[in-house]
Each structure stands twice: as structure tokens, then as C-alpha cells.
């Protein structure tokens, strides 16, 4: 009798698996790699409200530039997380206009991703999709450093409006 017990105990089956995640079809990119390419200062933020100031922290980072080239199969060439040489990734496009930089191969969306959470040609904002490695860069800021022997314009300052006039003294009458 206590043989059966013992045996129905190995006749159970385990939970069932979760279901993996679902694979997100890769689409074309909103942007072509080569608009990556180029010396950018780089800062980094965890909090939103800091991002303003960050992107003033990464253009003052542009002595010393983060250098974003075409890799040699038309990828771009950046540092993974963690790695201290660049590797060739990938600009891959998902649904909803989402587009993400990682190695080939991998879905959008993979756990080596950063997810393009701006990017208007100036400034770049990426962030890991893994949320190990978010916690402990953040979100990276790129700022476009000027050309070489180019200074960065000054943002207009609106003029100090020159003190009226003072009124002239009236004619004394005869």
C-alpha cells in the first residue's frame, strides 16, 4: 500500500512551462545607420527630470567624444554594455514605430537592446532593455559634438531693452 502512494506521487506533472515571449517582427528602422554616425559628448540620468540637464552635461563632454562609425557590414559600431570594445550592432525597427540598437540577429527588443527613446538628429537618447544593466547606466544621452574647429553657437540671449529716453525739459515761456 505504501508502495502505491509512493508511485502516484511520481505519476504528477510539473506546472506547465510559461509560453515564451513573442517574438516582435523586425522592420526597417525610422533612420538609416549612417545618421548614428558621428562624435557625440555622453552623459547619463535615472530620473526624467534630470534629462534636461544631462543633455547640457553631455555637450560639455564633446573634449573627450563617445565615436559612433559604420561598421565594416553597414552596421554601426558602439560599446555593448559592459564590454570595452566596440561591437558592430545593429539599427533595428519594431511595430509602432519603436526602433532599438543591438547585435544582429536578436528580435528587437532583446535583453542586449537599448531602446531609441528619441533621436532628431542631434541629440540621442538610448536605454537598455535589461533592467540589471538600466539600473546601473541609466538612460545614455548622445549629444552631436560640432565639427572640428566649429564652435557650438551660443544660444541667443534676448538683448536688455535700452532705457527710455528721458522726456526733454519743457521750453521756459516768456
Known amino acids: 500500500l505504501g508502495l502505491g502512494f509512493g508511485l502516484a506521487g511520481c505519476a504528477t506533472t510539473a506546472p506547465p512551462e ?57 552596421g554601426v559600431m558602439m560599446h555593448l554594455a559592459d564590454q570595452p570594445t566596440p561591437t558592430e550592432l545593429r539599427v533595428k525597427g519594431a511595430p509602432g514605430g519603436k526602433n532599438f540598437i543591438g547585435p544582429d540577429g536578436d528580435p528587437p527588443g532583446s535583453l542586449q537592446d537599448r531602446e531609441v527613446v528619441s533621436f532628431d538628429g542631434r541629440v540621442l537618447i538610448l536605454r537598455f532593455i535589461d533592467p540589471e544593466v538600466h539600473g546601473r547606466y541609466g538612460s545614455m544621452v548622445y549629444v552631436r559634438c560640432p565639427a572640428e574647429g566649429v564652435k557650438r553657437p551660443k544660444p541667443k540671449v534676448a538683448a536688455k531693452p535700452k532705457p527710455a529716453a528721458a522726456p526733454k525739459p519743457a521750453a521756459a515761456r516768456p
Do not use: M, W
Open 18 to 74: 510559461p509560453p515564451p515571449p513573442p517574438v516582435v517582427q523586425t522592420l526597417p528602422p525610422s533612420f538609416p545607420p549612417q545618421d548614428l554616425v558621428g562624435s557625440y559628448g555622453l552623459a547619463a540620468y535615472h530620473k526624467e527630470e534630470d534629462r534636461a540637464r544631462t543633455e547640457a552635461a553631455a555637450t560639455n563632454q564633446c573634449r573627450q567624444p563617445y565615436v559612433i562609425t559604420l561598421g565594416p557590414s553597414g
